[in-house]
């Protein structure tokens, strides 16, 4: 099974330049092209939060534009820069398939991986958090069945990845979600964006994944002194290889022209 996870597009909406700088609907067509070309077919994409850079109806639009050339299921949680009713206006159930009207949570069942989306944004504030409510639906949809290998993904990381907008920015309820993740031996992964850099750590019996923006790479200040910064990169997705023999293997994906290949044995 292969899941590729895109994160943080921040799209300005009318193919506009997001901060009048960075290419990002140029960029998320070029990873949306490459995943559809990839070998073998990447079976499911995962949307990891702010698709969007203001969470207008028109971010949303375009997204719901480009993301319908996928030629696979994709799914979605929102980010801290979405809004949630304009991604549910843009995409409706089939890639925000949330029972209630209140927060973007569900189940996937469809796969040899269970995916649960959970939503992790606070309306107008830039941290995440879970909240009582989501605190009850998690657990019972972990109960439901402890045996199936599950994915959990959502936008904020509940850990500090020695980055501003993880440490700083904050995740009300992370010690209440780590005792619940403490008692399921079957989440495989945590996969979210938010930091725009890739990350991958363990944390309370699972590993916590962060993905790589669409091309706006937040500066790597370990000081958290410096201002919040960012780098035009390349566009760059995380391709999750569920294998046979049951391991959860990733792979950073770099969409940029490269020199290659050569055989080895020619050298």
């Known amino acids: 099974m292969l899941i590729a996870q895109i994160s943080d597009s921040h799209l300005a909406g009318s193919g506009r330049k997001t901060y009048g ?53 994709f799914f979605m949680v929102p980010g801290n820069h979405d809004t949630r009713s304009a991604m549910r206006a843009a995409f409706g159930k089939t890639a925000c398939p949330a029972p209630s009207d209140q927060f973007i949570n569900y189940v996937i069942n469809d796969f040899d991986l269970r995916l649960i989306g959970f939503d992790s944004s606070i309306p107008g504030k830039p941290g995440g958090e879970m909240c009582d ?58 996969l979210c964006g938010h930091i725009h850099l890739v990350t991958h750590t363990r944390w309370h019996g699972t590993i916590v994944s962060t993905a790589p923006s669409m091309g706006m790479q937040l500066d790597f200040d370990m000081t958290m ?29 770099t969409v940029q022209d490269i020199d290659g290949p050569y055989l080895f044995e020619e050298q």
């Open 133 to 190: 409510a989501r605190a009850t639906w998690l657990e019972q949809q972990l109960a439901t069945d402890s045996n199936k290998p599950t994915i959990i993904f959502t936008h904020h990381p509940p850990v500090k990845c020695s980055v501003r907008e993880s440490d700083k920015d904050g995740f009300i309820g992370a010690a209440q979600l780590a005792s619940m993740i403490d008692k399921y031996d079957n989440i495989e992964r945590i």
């Open 225 to 253: 002194t410096r201002p919040s910064m960012f780098y035009l990169s390349p566009p760059a997705y995380l391709l999750h290889h569920w294998t046979p023999q049951k391991n959860l293997v990733t792979h950073t994906i």
């Open 21 to 73: 700088i960075a290419p990002m609907a140029k960029n998320l067509k070029r990873c949306i092209d490459h995943i559809n070309a990839f070998e073998p077919a990447v079976d499911v994409v995962l949307m990891t939060g702010d698709l969007g850079d203001s969470g207008s109806a028109a971010e949303m639009d375009e997204a719901a534009e480009m993301l319908a050339k996928l030629r696979c299921p």
